[in-house]
């Protein structure tokens, strides 16, 4: 690679470029720019030349062509190993270039800010990533750089003699492609959402995820495993965009709670309670709540003290002080919430292996995909984000639910939903008091959910978040004192399901929506 004489300067982000461009001045490189860099570096008082005059061609089209021209790609692809390369130059008056420097028009920001169509469209850069391609095609020759935070390091390289040595320009050039494929990836997702059918598909037939590594982490699930977070460029972040207050790093175990504990608090997210809810191992075992977090905290270890123990917990509101001396004496993992108050966080400071996570509650957006690996690819489904509908559910028994119970039924039905199935749901109005997850039959969670209990099960009730094939569960429950069960309905013995409550004097209510979640 010769020294550096001839730089194609063209970005959006006006970030770090004066300093660049005087930098490069210094170094005797020739600038040639575009637009609005143009005009910018000519306002700096930096000397530059205009692409026209390389080109001999005025841009034209409301600035859509401008650098797509011989002379100037030919500079950047030209390989100077290749006589007639150089010849090839030679012959039509056209210089080498050798550090390009361009970032993009702000596509994903556009979107974000609900841009019109046509004016997105416009904001779909053709010659930034024809110049971004070309330049690190021939990286053996040509400095590419998209990324403002390499500025120092390209100019600090281009001062030991002009030439940036082959390691740099090779991870300019991988982060150039990146930076290429990435803008692709949003253009093509944005253009497959648009309302060209009626409904749009949810599930295109190409699915473009771009993903950047946040952090590597310590181990996965094990210790004898790697482990690392990424999050989907363009989104809001892993968590929502989460803020790491104090403690110890996070784990791979430690995010897989912390995601289950945010996505229940979303539940009660326009409770006028606060709620309190405690996970393990990524099921609850114990959501409270109450006039203020303290109570709905002590409501909610009541339900499990033991798997309390090392927990994850997440909150419905902001931390205060009170809570945190409530919590004083149980060892917790992690706590999420929407913002500490600073009595919270001097009072929390004193558990130093504490993780406080900041983080905005979970509210499913319109086009939201999970995916769940499989060998070889991915299941792909919408969150379970089905509105709990309570005056449309129906009651086949002979008793209806009192007003109290119909309360503790809603409330056991919004915690059942993030129990794995099967599940079953043990509350009161305002506790959980015994919660069977993950059991192969529906019987046996009934039969958990009862011998888990460490409060009275008399006068509770009940939520399974599916039918019940047998009156064998029920059985279960009412014998353990539940007065009120609350289930999707749907089974081929219903019937016998609805004897058994009426047998025993038992309000039943059916909500028709079932909740797995395997």
Not at 245 to 265: H, I, P, V
Not at 307 to 320: K, M, T
Request: charge should be negative; hydrophobic fraction near 45%; proline fraction near 6%.
């Amino acid at each position: 690679m010769l020294p550096a004489r001839r730089a194609l300067i063209s970005v959006y982000d006006k970030r770090g470029l004066e300093e660049l461009a005087r930098g490069l001045s210094r170094l005797g490189v020739e600038i040639v720019s575009t637009g609005g860099t143009l005009n910018f570096l000519e306002e700096k008082g930096i000397a530059v030349t205009g692409v026209s005059g390389v080109t001999g061609f005025p841009e034209i089209l409301d600035g859509r062509v401008k650098t797509l021209h011989p002379k100037v790609h030919g500079g950047i692809l030209a390989n100077r190993a290749v006589p007639e390369h150089l010849e090839a130059l030679a012959a039509h008056g056209i210089d080498l270039v050798d550090v390009v420097v361009v970032n993009l028009y702000p596509f994903r920001e556009t979107v974000a800010r609900g841009a019109s169509f046509e004016e997105t469209i416009e904001m779909i850069d053709v010659g930034g990533p024809t110049l971004v391609r070309a330049a690190a095609k021939n990286a053996g020759d040509v400095v590419v750089v998209v990324d403002p935070e390499d500025y120092p390091r390209v100019l600090r390289a281009l001062e030991g003699g002009g030439v940036a040595p082959e390691t740099l320009r090779r991870e300019l050039a991988v982060k150039a492609f990146r930076h290429t494929a990435s803008y692709d990836a949003a253009i093509s997702e944005w253009l497959a959402a648009q309302d060209f059918q009626s409904p749009p598909d949810v599930f295109s037939e190409w699915k473009t995820l771009e993903l950047r590594r946040e952090r590597v982490l310590r181990y996965g699930e094990n210790p004898h495993q790697g482990g690392a977070v990424y999050s989907i460029e363009g989104g809001p972040g892993v968590l929502g965009g989460f803020a790491a207050l104090q403690g110890k790093e996070l784990s791979w175990n430690n995010l897989l709670d912390a995601d289950a504990a945010r996505k229940m608090a979303g539940m009660f997210d326009e409770a006028p309670e606060a709620a309190v809810i405690i996970v393990k191992h990524n099921n609850p075992c114990g959501i409270g709540r109450g006039r203020d977090l303290a109570e709905a905290y002590r409501r909610a270890v009541a339900t499990d003290p033991v798997s309390a123990f090392g927990s994850v917990i997440a909150l419905n509101r902001e931390a205060d002080g009170v809570l945190a001396e409530a919590m004083a004496d149980l060892f917790v993992e992690v706590l999420l919430a929407p913002g500490f108050s600073p009595e919270a966080r001097e009072r929390f400071a004193a558990k130093k292996n504490l993780r406080l996570i900041e983080c905005p509650l979970y509210r499913p957006h319109a086009r939201e995909i999970e995916l769940r690996a499989l060998d070889g690819g991915f299941l792909a489904q919408p969150p379970d984000g089905y509105p709990d509908a309570p005056l449309g559910w129906t009651v086949p028994t002979k008793r209806q639910p009192s007003p109290e119970e119909r309360r503790a039924l809603e409330f056991a039905w919004k915690v059942v939903r993030y129990v794995k199935s099967n599940a079953i749901v043990v509350a009161n109005a305002d506790q959980t008091v015994g919660i069977g997850a993950g059991q192969m039959s529906r019987v046996d969670s009934c039969r958990l959910a009862v011998e888990k209990a460490q409060l009275p099960v008399a006068g509770t009730v009940a939520a399974s978040d599916a039918f019940f094939p047998f009156r064998d569960g029920p059985d279960v429950l009412i014998r353990a004192g539940v007065t009120a069960i609350v289930q999707p309905g749907g089974s081929k013995r219903d019937d016998e399901v609805i004897a058994a409550a009426d047998e025993a004097g038992v309000a039943m209510m059916f909500t028709g929506v079932r909740h797995f979640r395997h």
